[in-house]
């Protein structure tokens, strides 16, 4: 059965390829930050009574951690005020509620991945404002949150997987990080199983929708020049501390998606998600 989905936030990296992917099986209305200023609470309201959607996918976010630490009202609104006004909307239809929020929740101070009922313990303004994000979302009646984190791919490749790749096909030396560790996030695979969530009615809650396994930033550069053919690349191993950062970055922020498999959510390793990116990229 098709359902209408109204995606905001649908511009950015996330959310163009959550259109693409959503529009496969489901009619969609989807709107960039510049048709709509989602933290608007009159307009994003009243588009969400006219539409009168049976899903909303929310793809809007401030992202610049370090920029949250000077302009932490911008970060707020985006993150947190924005998702509270989506929460209430979505009550009033009756309509399901798909928020994204991340690894930056938790401190990353343990040494095996975090699952979902972890206690949040954010360290940055970013982090914090995540984390609101999350608790407004959850007052939504039937609501997904979905935590996500590295993601790389879709047509707006732009993060730091996608600028590590193409620094290794230019030939330049690559510094990443060694003392970071993730569970990388394909947009594609996100994205089926966003769609998956929604078409299986999935329990309702938060999961951790992201590639299976985790590595470092420098192995996951290695990783990257074998599979593009050029194993001889120079990766630069550095400390978090070295690279001048504004706010607090978890160090080991891998997430478990055990609570997403049995949930009948399977998603790939992070090295079979890579590998066809490169693949397609």
Same mark, same amino acid.
């Given at each position: 059965?098709?359902?209408?989905?109204?995606?905001?936030?649908? #511009?950015?990296?996330?959310?163009?390829?959550?259109?693409?992917?959503?529009?496969?099986?489901?009619?969609?209305?989807?709107? +960039?930050?510049?048709?709509?200023?989602?933290?608007?609470?009159?307009?994003?309201?009243?588009?969400?009574?006219?539409?009168?959607?049976?899903?909303?996918?929310?793809?809007? *976010?401030?992202?610049?951690?370090?920029?949250? /630490?000077?302009?932490?009202?911008?970060?707020?609104?985006? =993150?947190?005020? %924005?998702?509270?006004?989506?929460?209430? @909307?979505?009550?009033?239809? #009756? @309509?399901?509620?798909?928020?994204?929020?991340?690894?930056?929740?938790?401190?990353?101070?343990?040494?095996?991945?975090?699952?979902?009922?972890?206690?949040? =313990?954010?360290?940055?303004?970013?982090?914090?404002?995540?984390?609101?994000?999350?608790?407004? %979302?959850?007052?939504?009646?039937?609501?997904?949150?979905?935590?996500? /984190?590295?993601?790389?791919?879709?047509? !707006?490749?732009?993060?730091?997987?996608? !600028?590590?790749?193409?620094?290794?096909?230019?030939?330049?030396?690559?510094?990443?990080?060694?003392?970071? &560790?993730?569970?990388?996030?394909?947009?594609?695979?996100?994205?089926?199983? +966003?769609?998956?969530?929604?078409?299986?009615? &999935?329990?309702?809650?938060?999961?951790?929708?992201? =590639?299976?396994?985790?590595? =470092?930033? @420098?192995?996951?550069?290695?990783?990257?020049?074998?599979? +593009?053919?050029?194993? /001889?690349?120079?990766?630069?191993?550095?400390?978090? @501390?070295? *690279?001048?950062?504004?706010?607090?970055?978890?160090?080991?922020? %891998?997430?478990?998606?055990?609570?997403?498999?049995?949930?009948?959510?399977?998603?790939? &390793?992070?090295?079979?998600?890579?590998?066809?990116?490169?693949?397609?990229?």
């Amino acid at each position: 059965m098709r359902s209408l989905a109204l995606v905001f936030g649908a #511009g950015g990296q996330l959310g163009e390829a959550m259109v693409t992917g959503l529009g496969r099986r489901h009619e969609v209305v989807a709107y +960039t930050r510049n048709e709509l200023d989602v933290t608007s609470a009159p307009e994003a309201c009243a588009k969400v009574e006219a539409i009168c959607p049976d899903v909303i996918v929310n793809c809007a *976010a401030y992202t610049d951690v370090d920029g949250a /630490e000077a302009d932490p009202l911008q970060a707020l609104g985006a =993150n947190a005020w %924005a998702v509270r006004t989506l929460a209430r @909307a979505a009550g009033d239809i #009756g @309509a399901t509620l798909v928020h994204f929020s991340t690894d930056f929740v938790f401190d990353g101070t343990t040494d095996r991945p975090y699952v979902e009922d972890d206690l949040p =313990n954010p360290r940055s303004t970013y982090a914090s404002s995540k984390l609101l994000g999350e608790w407004f %979302a959850a007052d939504a009646p039937q609501h997904y949150v979905l935590r996500v /984190e590295s993601l790389f791919g879709g047509p !707006r490749a732009r993060s730091s997987v996608d !600028r590590i790749l193409a620094a290794i096909r230019s030939r330049m030396d690559v510094r990443a990080f060694v003392d970071r &560790t993730v569970s990388p996030s394909y947009v594609e695979d996100v994205v089926a199983a +966003t769609v998956a969530m929604i078409d299986q009615k &999935t329990p309702y809650g938060t999961y951790h929708c992201v =590639n299976s396994g985790w590595t =470092n930033w @420098a192995d996951l550069a290695r990783e990257l020049a074998r599979l +593009t053919g050029h194993p /001889e690349a120079t990766i630069i191993e550095i400390l978090m @501390a070295e *690279a001048g950062l504004t706010a607090s970055r978890p160090k080991f922020a %891998a997430l478990s998606n055990a609570k997403l498999t049995a949930a009948g959510v399977v998603m790939p &390793t992070w090295q079979d998600a890579l590998a066809r990116y490169v693949a397609e990229a």
